[in-house]
């Protein structure tokens, strides 16, 4: 099979929305009017975003969802995105668990595949995705103010549990590593409630570095600091309540450097005033997608943590960070 017909089998399709699909030299779309594009690519690389035993549907879910969950965390409608691949060979049960795992999540969110690029190398996956909002609108990182309710959304840490147990430190039955497991290999781009929370949040990231460090761009982008309450932080990672678990549980601190420092959660960490805290409910309501308000940004820089009794924790959770080890 060659690079053209790989192409027109796996990744071709008509164009719908898109006034010019995959085939020539540019794809073209048509923003709707007045609308501003957002625009964010990731790059995946085996064996350092994914394990090379992955099941090739969930790694095309996982591809397209960590560049949805960007869009969400703007508050951006998708539209469309791009997809650069680099292949060993041309595996074709490999390209049909890919396309079908990738056109299943990009369906879902009616965002069109337009164009991309394929190559022989080492298992690499470049997504850009393109998505529209209204202008003045997108959520950025630099609108916290002291004063305001921080949360999350849904569950935090059990991709980081998962991975534990792959790397063998921790051992946790397979019920509960099943449910982690998802977590880490089919993340839920928020993309609902990005939308949901247009004009209500103050400032949004998603978290793919760990809670830590993503509310660290925040902080530092809205020149403040923050606290967290840890006993409510603990909480998020839903293998801690699996029933399968029992009484065999960790220590909190494994817990908290789970939903701390975990990564690969996707998703959103988010502010708005304390004003605004039924608004919050009603989006996370409209959006079908649980939050947690868990603390509160404050004046003083940095981020601090507190136990249930207001007491400070001093313990220092890290986030990933590429370069740092
Ligand atoms: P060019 O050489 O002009 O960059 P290519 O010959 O590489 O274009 O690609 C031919 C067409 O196929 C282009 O429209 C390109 O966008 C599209 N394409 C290439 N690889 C992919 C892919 N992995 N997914 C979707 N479209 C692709
Ligand atoms: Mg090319």
Not at 246 to 253: L, N, P, Q
Not at 294 to 299: K, L, V
Request: with cysteine; proline share 6%.
């Amino acid at each position: 099979m060659g690079e053209f017909d790989l192409i027109d089998r796996y990744f071709r399709r008509p164009a719908r929305r898109a006034a010019l699909g995959v085939g020539d030299d540019c794809a073209l779309l048509n923003p709707t009017p007045g609308m501003q594009l957002a625009i964010s690519s990731d790059l995946l690389l085996e064996g350092r975003h994914f394990l090379s035993t992955v099941d090739p549907h969930k790694l095309g879910h996982k591809a397209l969802a960590v560049n949805l969950s960007d869009l969400a965390a703007c508050g951006a409608t998708p539209l469309a995105f791009t997809l650069a691949l680099a292949l060993p060979q041309a595996d074709e049960a490999w390209l049909e668990g890919f396309s079908r795992g990738l056109f299943a999540l990009a369906d879902a969110h009616d965002c069109e595949l337009i164009g991309g690029d394929t190559t022989r190398g080492p298992l690499a996956i470049c997504i850009t995705v393109f998505g529209e909002v209204p202008p003045g609108q997108a959520l950025l990182r630099s609108g916290a103010r002291p004063g305001d309710d921080l949360y999350v959304s849904g569950t935090l840490g059990d991709a980081r549990l998962a991975l534990e147990v792959f790397r063998g430190t921790r051992s946790v039955p397979q019920a509960v590593f099943n449910a982690a497991r998802e977590r880490m290999e089919r993340p839920t781009p928020r993309i609902a409630l990005g939308l949901a929370l247009r004009g209500v949040a103050t400032a949004a990231a998603d978290i793919s570095d760990g809670l830590a460090g993503d509310l660290g761009h925040i902080l530092k982008a809205s020149g403040t600091g923050a606290c967290i309450d840890t006993s409510i932080a603990i909480q998020l990672i839903a293998a801690r309540g699996h029933p399968a678990l029992g009484t065999s549980s960790f220590e909190a601190e494994f817990w908290l450097e789970c939903v701390l420092a975990g990564g690969d959660d996707y998703e959103l960490v988010f502010t708005a005033p304390p004003d605004a805290r039924r608004v919050v409910e009603a989006a996370s309501a409209q959006a079908q997608t649980p939050v947690t308000r868990i603390g509160r940004i404050e004046a003083a820089p940095g981020l601090r943590l507190v136990d249930g009794a207001g007491q400070a924790v001093t313990r220092r959770f890290v986030s990933f960070d590429h370069f740092s080890t």
